[in-house]
DNA sequence: CTGAAAGCGCTTACAG
DNA sequence: CTGAAAGCGCTTACAG
């Protein structure tokens, strides 16, 4: 591989012009950027990153970290985030942490290491004590993430907002007793923006209350993340001498489980049960009985964290907190 | 950050000593290497990549090139090749073409520059001539590619067979005039094992031919990509005189297109018209009327590309095509 | 505008 | 087993 001193020999000239003409510098005759930039031609150089990193410029390159790229919802998120960096000239990493701590600090380190210019995290699996202390070493942006008193960017959904206006609607829509299925293991009771499954169950109950009505902890189903976890929870529903008329699903797979499951017993969906997905994933429109669902604005998310990260590297004053609209979105299962 | 020099000193050592010691040379006493161990994580001391790099060794880390990481089958695909790169201790970079040759070539680049150790291909967008010239950067790997005489292992789903069993699989469910649609903008007719998609046309001819029938070319449809084309591909049909009684629809999507079109018109779907799919994406066992579709082995094919890129790197011996079956997936739709 | 030289953080012969 | 020194390919003051 040709070298910055092959180009210099080439050009007859130092290899400190030919790093200036490499580095745009405006010193620089034309004559000499000439003869440069055709010796670079005729061997081909490209200027050898890991040599340039050694000596402290950016990688124009940026890591974003997510739990598994196989979920829709974080692979349109990654496109959004691409999309907008890409304008920008930055290339993209992506890093898939599997829910492992350990994955996330490789994105971590490759900040650490000056392999990356920041890295967009939007699945947190450390503590916030330890990505703070990465903070020195780049910029960091938070993607759904409900830390206070942190002093990076965070782009996130309202849930709270969103799961109340869902829950209103499903009031408006005639439905009175609702049930609640989480991905979590447990539901802890906050107030509003304390996080985010509590700020969802926060603007479930709010709404509950303005109906005057509490909540039926036997209409709880925690741990929900596959369809096949819904075709259970639909099973322990059958168990139940009150039953729910509508479950808020957690997500569009946990819905679709049910649903199936519902139709297969010869439950009717919506009449005899609702069910409502959180996401709307692109296949959810297509179903058998196609979904109500509550939908991230995905795309919105990922430019914003995209704009925030590119002001952060910038010097800019980016908000520190960016809070995007869930939207319902109305079809049959609910 | 602290740097080798850093480390030695504390250790009160010299930076060979260190070096040896992170490169986990069987040179050096236990006493020192314990004494450089222990002032390593005092200092949180992590080798900087490009130093490393600059002295070129291995980086460790993969790069693979799809077209668009929102399609399910690719990312299936990526997800299989991390899982098994993830075993032989590798991370990988995931790099987004959009169908770009100057996208490829920034991963192309990445090899160049050793930035990563070998790339694999999932979405050849250059010709050979340009890829070729890049073999001597490091280690690369085709998927789904036909390319002939070439030095690089090729993994790839046998289309051929894959068509020829799903046309024959129509006969026999009673079905005698095939509808073809392909996202290609032209087809071209050519002996098996030839190109991709001329290998599927080919299957398709070959298992008409067994049932003594030509192709209609009233019932060929290109440049079919998305769900509103196989809409579109429903309503051209309608204005034919002798309209096919399937379509074998190229994609899921395009087939799911076909379909909803098909059901919002009142054309009974498998009876009046039958719909194949290709891919089996997660959500097509799930739509309203359930894909019938040709799934390549998506997890197969990546584990299989994984391998043969490890087997590359260690210098094993790997064959240089390894082919994988598809199967069709009987549902609903045909 | 241009060049010689130091130095970024490592690894690896070369001596001992 | 251990260390001093050269060098990987660049950038950036420092002089001129």
Redesign the pocket.
Known sequence: ?????D?ARLA?????????V??K?????D???EAVESAMNELG????P???Q????RTNTMAVTIPRIVNPFFSYLVDAIEQELDEAGYSTLIVQTFGRAEEELTALNLLKNQQVDGVILCSLENDWSVINGYCKYGKIVLVNEYLKDVDVPIIRGDQYDGFYTATNFLFDNGYKKIAYATGRKTITIMKKESNFDADRFAGFQSSLSDHNLGFNYDWLFTNAHTAEDGKEIFKKIMTLKNKPDVVIAGSDEVAMGISQEAEKQGIKVPEQLGVLGVDDQPASANLRIPLTTIKQPVDEMGRKAARAMLGLINGEEVSKMQICKLKVIKRASA
């Open positions: 591989m040709a070298t910055i001193s180009v007859g000239l130092s290899v400190s012009t030919v790093s200036r490499i580095n510098s405006p010193h620089v005759s004559k000499k950027r150089y490209v200027p050898l890991a040599a340039r050694l000596r402290g410029s």
